[in-house]
Every structure is written in structure tokens, then in C-alpha cells.
């Protein structure tokens, strides 16, 4: 496909000179001299080049998208529309008396999300997970300042997400890391051996990256407490245990959720997102401002938080996804619990399905994700994960997320979400039966996957190494 470059053909869409009535008030020297070299086409032809060009995307709208702690799902088109009514879409300096509705619904959103997640105090202003992720260890390092201990180290389990760790550099603390036993969970004896003063925090995934739940968490909780130590939670993926558990009943004491991700928010490409944060009572005096608040009526902002990080972010954050969220959250109810049981059982099929082709490194039930791998591909056939990622996309599917965790040699993290139904999921588990023959059976198709893509199997050393991105022009 041309760019639109490539398609100029002095058409005109608009001409700049006609509808801007009068330019001589302009200093000579801000009048353009030169031609600016923008592609010049009609209007028609500039929307069936954009049409044609996000044709050519993959998205959720067009197939199964089991990328792994990501939660790719349905997102309902009806958040879209709510988000875009007009008494939301009013500027962020107005009033507080002006935009009650706005305040409103965030205020119950925050009771809302502090009934999910069991936890005292809470905000919505983070804009991403890492950015939550960020503040909470901002609000642990503060709290460590404020009751005057120096703790400097933070405690990482080698199966986290990789924000994990740079977040909490970011905040300031050193990491720690320590291995999974041989279930994939935490190992407790490896998490006393380095326990100590220095200490601050865990940061802890559960269920973790492998999909796994953390079974002896409440053995962790007491340990790190014990220890003058907290507990971090990223709760990225809430739909492995929302309706059913919480994090405050674990004994964590940050928790931070990914809006765009368990409640419902077209996500991907970095953003918009919100990774709202909340504490217990111990922690509240620390969060961000500013908070929303009801008094005598009234909603309204305060700034009054004591011991206050500060603001991490403009305003509130990304408003229009806290709009998506709550009415999610109002459309599901108590369905929100049906949503957890769906990703969970969803996500069990397709490993009980596909274990016999692929091997299993971790056979145990699992949450709302798992972890198969192409090792025994790669010792027979000599075909990657790379590889079988790449033929997923000649079946109409966007391959899982790969090489991740990174103590998983080869590792598929598949995550099919609640929302596809069984006949989703029986094509899938189809194509990879299908993929598993063709890596005895036709290699040579595997290694050059893909062939019914638009583009085709690319250099990614170069592509990662020698980026080029400049359109050089004709
Ligand atoms: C997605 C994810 C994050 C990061 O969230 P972003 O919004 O992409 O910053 C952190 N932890 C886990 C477990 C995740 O799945």
C-alpha cells in the first residue's frame, strides 16, 4: 500500500487562501515562503487511504486476541457513547458547583472500587498500571519517611511483571528479587533469607504472572508484617478474583487496579488507562490531591490530605475512562463475580485442551491465564514460539503474549478473557492443534509464517535495532 505521500496528486480538499478571509495582519516575516510539501488529495480520496491503512490493523473487532495479561475483551460500545455525552466532556478548571455530576461519579466510583478491592481509601488519578504501580511505592516511601524508618529495598518475585521493578526504582527503592519454588509460586524460604530491616516492601502479583494463585499469601502477609514490612498488589488483572476475594482479605495494604484493563477500556498502544490506587486506613493520609469528597450536599475536591504525595498526574486523571469503568461496573453488578468465574474457567479449557500438544511447564489449576511453551516444537521440529506466534496470525488470531514470564523458556502466557464463547475458543484451540501438526508435518510453512498477513515475516533485530521511520519523500 501507497502512503499518502506516494498518492498525492494536487487535488485540493480545502483551500487555506479562500477561508482564511484575511492574513495581512501577519508580520512578513511568519508568512510561509516556501511550499510546506503536504500531501495534496481530495477529501474522499484521504478517507479511503485512513480507511484502507486501519483495515490492515489487527483489533478486538476482528478476532480472538489472547494476548496474556493484557485482558483484550469485549469492552461494550454503549461506555463509548456514555463517555461522550456532553455533561462530561466540560473543562477540568470549572466550578465544583458546576460539575457535580462529574464529581458524583467519580465519588461513587471510588465506593464502588474500595467495595472490590476491600480496601479504605482511595484514588483515581494514576493514568496507567505502572503509573499506579509508581504512586503506590511513592505513598510506602513516604510513609516510611513520615514514621521516621529507613527502609530502602523492595522485595520482587522473578515471575513479576516488568513494570514491578521499574516502578519501584523510579520511587527510589533498590530490588530485591527472589525465586519461585517449583509450583511457580513465591518461595518462602528464599523470601526469609532476605528479609530485613531495609526492607519497605513486597510487590506481589496474585494470581502471579504464570496465572498461578499465590497460595501461601496469608503466610507472606504475616511474615512481611511482622517483618515492619508492606505488601504491594498489582491487581492488573482483577478479573482472576474479583467477586470472590480481595486484597485487603489477603493482607495487602496498596492495591493497584488497571481500569482499561478488568473494567472495560479499548486499551493497547499506550493508553489512555487509569491505575487507580488504593490503601488501608494506615496508608490514606499519603495518597494524591486532590481527593473527591461529599460534605453538607455537596461533592467537591480537597486538598487537605496530610502527609500527601502530591499530585501525580493533571486534575483527576483520564476522566473519560473512569466513565467507561462505572458504567461497567453499574451494567455488571453482581455479574462482576460471573465475569471473574468466566475468565477463569475460559482460561482452564483452553489449557486442559492444549496440553497435550504443547508442553505444560506448570500443570495446575490456573486463574485467569496461563503458560504453555513451544519447547518440544523448538527439540523436534527446531520451530520458536517466535515461530508459532507468527502462524497464529495466518489463522486470524493475535498471537499470546511471548517470552514472558521470563523464567518460562519459550513461554506462551495465553489470556482468553470472559467475554469469547466456547465456539471462539474451540477455533483456537483448532488453529493451535493445526499449528502443533504443521511443526511436524510442513516446517517449513511454520518458519516462514506468516503468509496471509498484509505485512509479511519481518527482520525484528533490524526492525528493534535500526528503526527507520522517516518517510524520505520521492
Ligand atoms: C498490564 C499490566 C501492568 C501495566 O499496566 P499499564 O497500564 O500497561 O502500565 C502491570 N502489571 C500487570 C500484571 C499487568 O498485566
Same mark, same amino acid.
Not at 498526574?313 to 468466566?342: C, P, Q
Given at each position: ?49 485512513? @480507511? ?20 483484550? @475483551? ?33 465519588? &461513587?466510583?471510588?465506593?464502588? =472500587? ?54 519501584? &526504582? ?25 528479609? #530485613? ?12 504472572? /504464570? ?14 508484617? @511482622? ?18 476475594? #480481595? ?9 493497584? =487496579? ?28 499519603? /495518597? ?11 461533592? &467537591? ?34 455479574? =462482576? &463475580? ?17 496440553? @497435550? ?67 471462539? =475458543? ?49
Amino acid at each position: 500500500m501507497n502512503t499518502i505521500f506516494e498518492k498525492s496528486n494536487g487535488s485540493d480538499g480545502i483551500n487555506l487562501t479562500e477561508s482564511v478571509s484575511d492574513i495581512d495582519f501577519l508580520p512578513d516575516y511568519l508568512l510561509r515562503k516556501n511550499n510546506v510539501g503536504l500531501p495534496q488529495l481530495s477529501e474522499l480520496d484521504v478517507m479511503r487511504h485512513y @480507511k484502507e491503512l486501519s483495515d490492515l490493523n489487527f483489533c478486538i473487532e476482528k478476532g480472538f486476541y489472547p494476548l496474556g495479561s493484557c485482558t483484550m @475483551k469485549y469492552n461494550p460500545k454503549v461506555n463509548e457513547f456514555l463517555s461522550s455525552l456532553e455533561g462530561f466532556n466540560i473543562h477540568p478548571n470549572i466550578d465544583d458547583d458546576k460539575a457535580q455530576g462529574c464529581l458524583e461519579l467519580m465519588y &461513587k466510583l471510588k465506593t464502588a =472500587l474500595l467495595e472490590i478491592t476491600g480496601m479504605d481509601a482511595i484514588t483515581l488519578q494514576p493514568s496507567a498500571g505502572a503509573h499506579g504501580e509508581m504512586t503506590g511505592m511513592m505513598i510506602i516511601k513516604r510513609y516510611f519517611e513520615t514514621v521516621g524508618e529507613q527502609r530502602t529495598k523492595v522485595i520482587i518475585p522473578d515471575s513479576a511483571h516488568g513494570t514491578n521493578p521499574a516502578s519501584a &526504582k523510579m520511587a527510589g527503592f533498590d530490588i530485591v528479587e527472589i525465586k519461585s519454588n517449583k509450583k511457580g509460586q513465591v518461595d518462602i524460604n528464599a523470601l526469609k533469607e532476605v528479609l #530485613n530491616d531495609d526492607i519497605a516492601a513486597i510487590m506481589m502479583t496474585n494470581p502471579n504472572t /504464570l496465572g498461578i494463585f499465590e497460595e501461601q499469601v496469608e503466610e507472606i502477609s504475616e511474615i512481611m508484617h @511482622k517483618n515492619g514490612s508492606l505488601l504491594y498488589y498489582d491487581g492488573a488483572n482483577f478479573n482472576a478474583i474479583m467477586g470472590y476475594t #480481595n486484597p485487603k482479605l489477603m493482607g495487602f495494604d496498596v492495591v493497584h =487496579l488497571n481500569l482499561h484493563k478488568t473494567f472495560s477500556t479499548p486499551h493497547g498502544g499506550g493508553g489512555p488507562g487509569a491505575g487507580v490506587v488504593a490503601v488501608v486506613d494506615k496508608l490514606k493520609d499519603y /495518597l494524591p490531591v486532590p481527593d473527591i469528597i461529599y460534605q453538607n450536599g455537596n461533592y &467537591k475536591k480537597d486538598y487537605s490530605i496530610k502527609n500527601t504525595i502530591g499530585s501525580v498526574k493533571d486534575f483527576y486523571g483520564n476522566f473519560s475512562i473512569l466513565v467507561r469503568a462505572y458504567a461497567y461496573i453499574l451494567m455488571m453488578g453482581k455479574n =462482576l &463475580k460471573k465475569a471473574t468465574e468466566n475468565a477463569v474457567l475460559n482460561a482452564n479449557y483452553l489449557k486442559e485442551k492444549l496440553k @497435550k500438544y504443547y508442553n505444560l511447564p506448570y500443570d495446575e489449576p490456573c486463574m485467569h491465564e496461563f503458560v504453555i511453551t513451544g519447547e518440544k516444537q523448538k527439540e523436534e521440529n527446531g520451530v520458536s514460539t517466535l515461530n508459532i506466534a507468527k502462524a497464529m496470525m495466518d489463522g486470524n488470531t493475535h498471537p499470546p503474549t511471548v517470552y514472558f514470564p521470563l523464567i518460562v523458556h519459550e513461554a506462551m502466557m495465553i489470556e482468553p478473557t470472559e467475554s469469547e464463547n466456547k465456539q471462539t =475458543l474451540d477455533d483456537f484451540i483448532n488453529i493451535m492443534i493445526r499449528i502443533a501438526d504443521e511443526c511436524k508435518l510442513d516446517t517449513e510453512k511454520i518458519l516462514s509464517a506468516p503468509h496471509t498477513t498484509p505485512v509479511k515475516k519481518i527482520d525484528e533485530v533490524t526492525a528493534a535495532r535500526h528503526p527507520d521511520l522517516n518517510y524520505k519523500g520521492n
